[in-house]
């Protein structure tokens, strides 16, 4: 596999675009990465250590050579915690939340935990009572049209995040026919967490 399908195929793992992993691994823009693109650059150590200290999941040797495994071969999958909370009862020190389970699925590795949502405002792209996985990401990186849970000040939810302006974003539930949009701004968002899966409950 090429240095940009290694790459790319990394962005992809993390739900991602590349401007908005560029960001997130800190750099001001993303032409180092569309030069790796266009075959002028190779992956360097310095660009492979970078994004395995802002993902840490990520094999280094296999970024590097392609050699190995995407993930790191570890003891099982990594377990993501599944949280008991409300949404209005959300606390961004995770550490201060109970964990009511802890779930190994591997195609959601990525994850830093997992929560039950509630209520029909995202149906039927999430039910209420499906579990609901999400990674932090930073307010900068996020990707207009996908799917967060949004701490602010005012409001925790998860819905498609829309740009509005530059100081605010556009909240959309996908149930648009029993909610409205809503207009938040960005400077009262706490933390951001983009939704890398859901599982539904079966009832049987």
Do not use: C
């Not at 209005?88 to 995770?94: L, Q, S």
């Not at 389970?101 to 209420?128: K, N, R, T, W």
């Not at 999400?134 to 602010?152: C, M, P």
């Amino acid at each position: 596999m090429s240095n940009w399908g290694r790459l790319d195929q990394v962005i992809q793992y993390l739900g991602l675009n590349v401007n908005s992993f560029s960001k997130e691994i800190g750099l001001n823009r993303a032409e180092r990465l569309y030069q790796i693109k266009k075959g002028n650059y190779d992956i360097s150590k310095n660009l492979a250590g970078i994004i395995v200290s802002r993902f840490p999941e990520l094999n280094e040797a296999w970024l590097l050579t392609g050699e190995g495994t995407m993930l790191k071969v570890a003891e099982g999958s990594p377990k993501i915690p599944l949280y008991s909370f409300s949404l209005d009862d959300f606390n961004t020190d995770v550490s201060q939340m109970q964990v009511v389970e802890e779930l190994e699925i591997p195609i959601l590795s990525g994850s830093d935990f997992a929560f039950v949502h509630q209520g029909d405002s995202m149906s039927p792209e999430i039910e209420h009572g499906s579990m609901v996985f999400v990674k932090q990401v930073d307010k900068d990186a996020i990707v207009f049209g996908d799917i967060y849970l949004i701490i602010s000040e005012k409001m925790n939810i998860v819905r498609f995040i829309r740009g509005l302006d530059d100081k605010s974003w556009r909240l959309v539930a996908k149930n648009a026919t029993d909610f409205d949009d809503l207009i938040i701004d960005i400077l009262q968002v706490k933390a951001v967490y983009k939704v890398k899966g859901v599982l539904s409950m079966i009832s049987m």
